[in-house]
Structures are given as structure tokens and as C-alpha cells.
């Protein structure tokens, strides 16, 4: 049976690739598009319209990319932007009818979708004490969480967005912490960082002086155990006079 190039057509799609952490970036099979993309506003409007995945008034949008100084004539700007889009991505990738949205494949891959999904299979096998597979979701998802949210793009939103991945991000090395301990072995290292990146961001969590202890003894190195539980002693007597 001789397959046609319109039926091929008909049921091609293009693979796209969007990583918002770290520097936006996108990609269209392979093709990176990035250095085409409009401006810090430009990126700032295709990453709310990625993270979000659902369609935005253009009222929203504009409030969004100025909250606080809008420019003469902000529909006019808005426009012009999704323009600018629309020939990068490609015309049928930026849905402009009524309210304003992203029209991509399922398949689509978005680094922010995929490490919340990792978190949550990890979260998921860790209840199951599956260590190995909480141990792989959780390091993919800590992994893309590692990198600072639309680097270089500062607003309001991303700053947002930022503090909701930044939690995010504090269950996925807790995550990895705990498996990491449980399997042991060649794993403790990696254990033992991520207890460390979770004390830097939240000094006062005891849990994660608790699983940094617990490595370090695992590890062997006990009388650094110790150590840091005397840090924490008194961390919480100096601080919160405990």
C-alpha cells in the first residue's frame, strides 16, 4: 500500500522543545529557534503562554508583561509580539482567535511540565518505598529545577512562578535525599548533596539536617555527623532560642 505525502502530512507533527528554566529556549525538530525569538518581552510572552498551557485574555497577558508601566499602546505591543511569535514558531502554534494560547502537540516537551510530573511519580513510588524508580523521577525532576526559572527575565510573574518551583524543587531533593539513603551504596554522595542544597534553602528545616546526619553516618563519617548536629544545636539556640 503506497502511503501519500498528504497523508503523512495529515499525520506528521513536529517535535517542540521549550525549556523555561535556566535561559528560555525552544527548539522546533531540532531546529533551535531561540536566538529568533523576540526580545526579553517576546520570551516573557511565550513563557506565560507555555507554563500556563491554557488560553489568557489579552487584558491578562498585557497586565502580565507590564504590571506595572504599560507602554502607550499595550494591545498594540501585545500584538505585534504574538506577530513576531507566529513567524518564529510558526503561525499555527499561537492561537490569536478570541482569547490567546499556545497550540502545540501533546508530545510536546516543556521542562517545567516534565519535572512536575517526575516529582509527583517520585513522590509516588517513595510512598511505595519503590527506591530505585523514586530515586530516577526524582533526580530528573531536582535536575530541571535546579536552574533559575526565565534566567534573565525578571517580573512580577516569573518571580511568582519562581517561588512556586522553588518549593517544587525543596520536595524533589527531599525526595532524592530519602531514596538516595535507602538504596545506599554508590547513591550516598548524591544523598548528601541534595540534604545539603536543602539546608542552604531552608536552614531551619530539621528534616534535612536529619537526612544530611543520616548520610554522613551511612557514609562512614560519623564524627561529621555529629558535627553538624551540633550546628544545628545551635543554629536553633542562637536563632529561635530553643
Not at 517542540?16 to 531546529?31: F, H, N, Q
Not at 517576546?42 to 504599560?70: D, F
Request: hydrophobic share 40%.
Amino acid at each position: 500500500m503506497q502511503v501519500t505525502t498528504q497523508v503523512l502530512e495529515k499525520h506528521w507533527c513536529p517535535m517542540i522543545r521549550l525549556s523555561l528554566c535556566g535561559p528560555l529556549s525552544v527548539s522546533i525538530d531540532e531546529t533551535v529557534l531561540t536566538r529568533k525569538l523576540p526580545g526579553k518581552q517576546g520570551r516573557l510572552l511565550l513563557a506565560i503562554l507555555a507554563y500556563e498551557r491554557r488560553p489568557l485574555t489579552k487584558n491578562a497577558l498585557i497586565q502580565t508583561i507590564w504590571p506595572s508601566r504599560a507602554p502607550t499602546n499595550p494591545a498594540a505591543d501585545l500584538a505585534a509580539l504574538l506577530s513576531k511569535l507566529k513567524r518564529v514558531l510558526g503561525a499555527e502554534h499561537i492561537c490569536t482567535k478570541g482569547e490567546i494560547r499556545l497550540s502545540v502537540p501533546s508530545d510536546t516537551w516543556i521542562d517545567t511540565e516534565v519535572a512536575k510530573e517526575k516529582l509527583h511519580t517520585a513522590e509516588s513510588y517513595l510512598a511505595q518505598e519503590r527506591w530505585q524508580d523514586a530515586w530516577i523521577a526524582s533526580q530528573v525532576s531536582s535536575h530541571i529545577l535546579a536552574r533559575v526559572f526565565l534566567q534573565g527575565i525578571d517580573n512580577s510573574w516569573s518571580n511568582l512562578i519562581r517561588n512556586d518551583l522553588g518549593t517544587l524543587r525543596e520536595r524533589a531533593l527531599s525526595c532524592l535525599a530519602t531514596t538516595g539513603l535507602m538504596i545506599g551504596g554508590s547513591e550516598l554522595p548524591t544523598s548528601e548533596r541534595a540534604a545539603r542544597a536543602l539546608i542552604e534553602i531552608n536552614p531551619y528545616r530539621e528534616e534535612s539536617w536529619r537526612l544530611l546526619m543520616r548520610c554522613l553516618a551511612a557514609l562512614g563519617n560519623k564524627a561529621e555527623a555529629i558535627w553538624q548536629y551540633r550546628k544545628l544545636e545551635e543554629l536553633l539556640r542562637n536563632e529561635l532560642d530553643i
